[in-house]
C-alpha cells in the first residue's frame, strides 16, 4: 500500500485535536511525525485519507481509538538519570534534610515509559530505606504506562544506571529474556502508575515533596503551562521543591516559586 500524505488542512485538524486533547502545541515541523505516527492506524482501517481518520476519532463512537491517536503524538523518548544533577539535588539537598520516619512522596508527573520514576526510586530507597516513602507517576499514554508498571526494559535504554543500583535494584535477563532488564519487584512496588492528563482536572493525588515536570512543558503553548503549572502547585507541600527540564524555565508561568538551582524550585 502506498504512503497516504498528509495535507496542510488535515494536519491543522490533528493540531487542533491534540490542543484540545492534551495541551500539546504541534509545531508545522511536526507535519512528517503526525503523519508517519498514525499512517499505520489509517491502514488498520483501511482509510484513504487522514480527514476520514479524524472523522473518525472525533464521530463519538471510538473513545479507544482516540486513546491509540493520543498515545501515538504524545509518547516521548525518555531514559534512566536523565539530566543527573537533579538526582543529584535530591540526594544530597532535599534527602539530606528529611527527617527519619517522616513520610515521603515524589510525583514523576510525565512519567513516559517508567524511566523517572523508577529512577528516583532508586535514589529514595537508597537514603530512606524501608521506610514510608511512595513515587507517584502519571501518563497520558496508556500504552506507555503499562510497560511502565512491567519495569521491564532492554540493556541498551540502561546505561544511565550505576553499576551499584543495577546490582541493588535490578535482574539481568538470562536465557530467552537475554539483553532485558526487570527492575526488581520489591521497588516496583513503591511506583504507583496513574492515567492523568495535565491539561484537564487532576485525580485525587495527595500532596508531594517534590514533583517532578521535566521535558513537558516545551510542548506547551504559554497558556497551557500556566494553567497545568496553577493546577500542580496546591499539590506541592510548603518547602517543597518542583523540577522542569534543564531546556525548560518557569520564568512567566508562575511567580510563586523561588529558583533555587538550574531547573530547580522550591515552594515558599
Not at 512543558?217 to 503549572?229: G, N
Request: glycine fraction near 8%; hydrophobic fraction near 40%.
Amino acid at each position: 500500500m502506498s504512503t497516504i500524505i498528509i495535507s496542510d488542512q488535515e494536519f491543522s485538524q490533528f493540531q487542533g485535536l491534540i490542543h484540545q486533547l492534551a495541551g500539546i502545541h504541534l509545531s508545522p515541523a511536526k507535519k512528517a511525525l503526525v503523519s508517519g505516527r498514525l499512517e499505520k492506524r489509517l491502514k488498520q482501517y483501511r482509510l484513504g485519507s487522514y480527514a476520514e481518520y479524524f472523522k473518525l476519532l472525533t464521530g463519538g463512537h471510538n473513545t479507544d481509538e482516540l486513546q491509540v491517536a493520543v498515545d501515538l503524538l504524545t509518547t516521548n523518548e525518555t531514559y534512566f538519570f536523565r539530566e543527573p544533577k537533579h538526582f543529584d539535588f535530591l540526594r544530597t539537598k532535599i534527602l539530606a534534610g528529611h527527617k527519619p520516619g517522616r513520610s515521603f512522596r515524589v510525583w514523576s508527573a510525565a512519567c513516559s515509559s517508567g524511566e523517572e520514576p523508577y529512577s528516583i526510586a532508586m535514589v529514595l530507597a537508597d537514603h530512606l530505606g524501608e521506610g514510608p516513602w511512595e513515587v507517584m507517576a502519571t501518563d497520558i499514554s496508556t500504552r506507555v504506562l503499562e510497560k511502565a508498571r512491567a519495569g521491564h526494559y532492554s540493556l541498551e535504554r540502561t546505561s544511565g544506571i550505576s553499576k551499584e543500583h543495577l546490582t541493588r535494584y535490578c535482574l539481568k535477563g538470562v536465557g530467552a529474556q537475554e539483553g532485558t532488564l526487570l527492575v526488581e519487584r520489591k521497588l516496583r512496588g513503591r511506583v504507583n502508575f496513574i492515567h492523568a492528563n495535565l491539561s484537564k482536572p487532576l485525580p485525587a493525588l495527595g500532596e508531594f515533596d517534590v514533583i517532578f515536570l521535566r521535558n513537558v512543558m516545551i510542548y506547551f503553548d504559554m497558556a497551557t503551562k500556566r494553567q497545568v503549572v496553577q493546577r500542580m502547585l496546591p499539590l506541592l507541600k510548603s518547602g517543597g521543591h518542583f523540577m522542569v527540564g534543564h531546556s525548560e524555565s518557569l520564568n512567566g508561568v508562575v511567580d510563586t516559586l523561588q529558583a533555587v538551582s538550574p531547573a530547580i524550585y522550591r515552594k515558599p
